[in-house]
């Protein structure tokens, strides 16, 4: 099983120890896909189209389909505080994901500020430099930041009982999701703080298994019903605000991590897939591994958002579609970003990330971790 095995990677996998069940990684696959829909929407500018006439069967489907994109980072987050809440921190996992991160920032900056999307200034080189930028709304900043908590948050919760940890979830859950659900009911927070719920979250079905969550079916008809009701739901909002001209509460129970919807329906998908019998599938894995690599690639600026959906693809351009070649184009445009993306990270991952730890263990981790040690270790 899974659960059994030592994991570890940007967002819960990689560097094993043996091979592993691809339950998970096929369920990562899915949850970043539904990220990619969610910007193949958001960041396409097609948001007038949708208002401009809100009970179309385009506009619907097109609210539909990129409704999920904070739910898949619930999803993401699950799966690092499932693994991660009973395993260890290192340097040279910490070096790592920001690789990862600074090889597509300095790779794929030239290559916009020559296509003309980047601009040259030193506030933008000094955001480049920076491994984060702000901790509001950047998935990748919050992420890194979060990482470091990681040790901590694991401390917490192995040191805490089972009553309290039900508590410190009933606390937390309650404020930011039960009651910040209630329209006109403000909740500000970042994704720092909520990564670090969700992790509270993951780290009791690891650390306190129990019957219910090992029953696949209950799970996955909790997920179906969860999904459909909030892909219901959301329909209705979406006519009944666009109508209005308010485009803002169309989402309204998915918009935002916190919300009801976004939660449930991550929870419930995650002890689905979690229970789901697939054994090592060593292709579902590699593509699993790569799907970090895909935010980090398709997501990567405003700039590469302005190239990718507006210019290349231009979504807009294809809303006006006969409604089921609109639903091809989409998901075939989704797909297809997905899939390139994966394998432009594979080729990352078998050359320069091999290379690299090839000298790096080699050479340097005995001097890493005595100096982390130093760090990390009281007088």
Same mark, same amino acid.
């Given at each position: ?5 030592? /994991? %570890? ?12 069940? %691809? ?31 809100? %009970? ?14 904070? +739910? ?68 990748? %900043? ?14 917490? /919760? ?13 606390? +937390? ?203 990390? +270790?009281?007088?």
């Amino acid at each position: 099983m899974a659960n059994e095995q030592t /994991v %570890s990677s940007h967002l819960g996998g990689a560097n094993l120890k043996k091979p592993r069940s %691809s339950n998970l990684e096929l369920y990562r696959i899915v949850c970043m896909l539904m990220i990619v829909a969610h910007h193949y929407v958001i960041n396409s500018g097609v948001g007038k189209a949708l208002l401009a006439d809100p %009970s179309s069967a385009n506009s619907i489907f097109m609210a539909l389909f990129g409704a999920w994109g904070k +739910t898949g980072i619930n999803c993401f987050l699950m799966i690092t505080g499932y693994y991660m809440c009973t395993s260890k921190i290192t340097f040279r996992k910490f070096i790592k994901l920001l690789g990862q991160i600074y090889l597509y920032k300095f790779l794929l900056y030239p290559l916009l500020l020559v296509a003309g999307y980047e601009s040259l200034s030193i506030q933008r080189i000094t955001t480049l430099i920076m491994p984060f930028w702000g901790f509001n709304n950047d998935f990748v %900043s919050c992420f890194i930041v979060f990482w470091l908590f990681i040790p901590f948050l694991t401390k917490l /919760v192995q040191s805490i009982n089972k009553r309290e940890h039900e508590l410190l979830l009933l606390l +937390t859950l309650g404020s930011y999701t039960l009651l910040g659900t209630i329209p006109t009911f403000q909740v500000v927070y970042n994704y720092i703080t909520w990564f670090c719920i969700i992790f509270i979250v993951a780290s009791y079905i690891r650390l306190y298994p129990r019957k219910l969550f090992e029953n696949k079916t209950v799970w996955g008809w909790i997920t179906v019903a969860s999904v459909l009701l909030s892909l219901l739901v959301t329909a209705f909002m979406h006519i009944h605000f666009c109508s209005l001209g308010n485009m803002a509460f169309s989402h309204y129970f998915l918009c935002d991590c916190n919300k009801f919807f976004a939660v449930v329906v991550a929870v419930s998908s995650f002890l689905w897939f979690k229970n789901i019998k697939i054994k090592y599938n060593k292709v579902i894995n590699a593509i699993g591994a790569g799907t970090f690599g895909v935010l980090l690639i398709h997501a990567n600026s405003p700039a590469m958002r302005t190239w990718l959906w507006k210019n290349t693809i231009d979504v807009v351009g294809h809303y006006s579609l006969p409604f089921g070649e609109l639903v091809l184009f989409s998901l075939g445009v989704v797909l297809a970003v997905f899939t390139v993306c994966n394998l432009i990270d594979q080729l990352r991952i078998y050359t320069i990330e091999k290379w690299f730890f090839d000298w790096y263990d080699q050479k340097m981790t005995i001097k890493a971790d005595r100096i982390i040690s130093r760090i990390t +270790t009281s007088e």
